[in-house]
């Protein structure tokens, strides 16, 4: 079965634009977690996705946002971006909503100048 | 989410058993004990989880005080492979209504040849 796999690996974006990443599940899995790593703050959860409803929040501002499609693959989007969001941007995915059992991706590096 | 404490760092010998310790005081009843750990530069990767009885799989064991109070991930047989960040986090089962993996510092076990 394949993991969780996201897309791009490796961005590099400007102070004030907006990315988009993708996350894609384990097949079956219908929970997704966007979760963001950073040297100074380590792992931090941002949000989670179940059946395209998210019931979870971190504590991240509104520039931070995501959705879940219905086959459970999901996205998140941060706007106008700022130096401080550089980052690794990890999804770990779950059969059900807080699942025991949360496999993650490899990450999207994100890299803002 | 009960908070942990966990050493830093630690060393072992490859071959050797590695015991991780984990303090959680003031874990709550409901609250289950979750090990995960990073590998540098991948996402973290799911080990073990337990209640109040002790726990084992393919990879790990899991110790847990009568009390509740404490923890111990054992690696049986710890191999280069397995130098990596570990976390210990405590957290209501599956189908908790605040979800969420709050991830602290966690220790850096280095196996040595």
């Known amino acids: 079965k394949a993991g969780v796999t996201q897309t791009p690996r490796y961005l590099i974006k400007t102070r004030g634009q907006q990315v988009t990443l993708s996350c894609s599940p384990i097949?079956?899995?219908?929970?997704v977690s966007w979760y963001q790593q950073t040297p100074g703050q380590g792992l931090q959860f941002l949000f989670e996705?179940?059946?395209?409803?998210?019931?979870n929040k971190g504590n991240f501002p509104g520039r931070f946002s995501g959705r879940q499609f219905s086959n459970s693959r999901s996205e998140m989007n941060v706007s106008t971006l700022e130096l401080g969001d550089s980052a690794l941007y990890l999804c770990?995915?779950?059969?059900?909503?807080?699942?025991?059992?949360?496999?993650f991706g490899p990450g999207t590096r994100l890299t803002v100048t | 989410d009960a908070k942990t404490t966990q050493p830093p760092s630690m060393d072992c010998a490859e071959g050797r058993a590695a015991n991780l310790p984990c303090n959680h005081s003031?874990?709550?009843?409901?609250?289950?004990v979750y090990w995960y750990r990073q590998i540098h530069s991948q996402g973290p990767q799911y080990i073990i989880h337990?209640?109040?009885n002790n726990e084992t799989n393919e990879m790990a064991s899991l110790i847990i005080t009568e009390d509740r109070k404490s923890s111990t991930l054992i690696l049986p047989h710890a191999t280069l492979r397995d130098t990596a960040v570990y976390y210990c986090?405590?957290?209501?089962?599956?189908?908790?209504?605040?979800?969420?993996?709050?991830f602290g510092k966690g220790t850096l076990l280095t196996v040595n040849p």
């Open positions: 770990a995915s779950s059969l059900w909503t807080s699942g025991n059992e949360q496999y």
């Open positions: 097949s079956g899995h219908r929970s």
């Open positions: 996705y179940f059946s395209e409803t998210q019931r």
């Open positions: 003031t874990i709550s009843g409901n609250e289950y």
């Open positions: 337990g209640l109040k």
């Open positions: 986090i405590v957290r209501v089962g599956s189908g908790g209504s605040n979800y969420k993996l709050t």
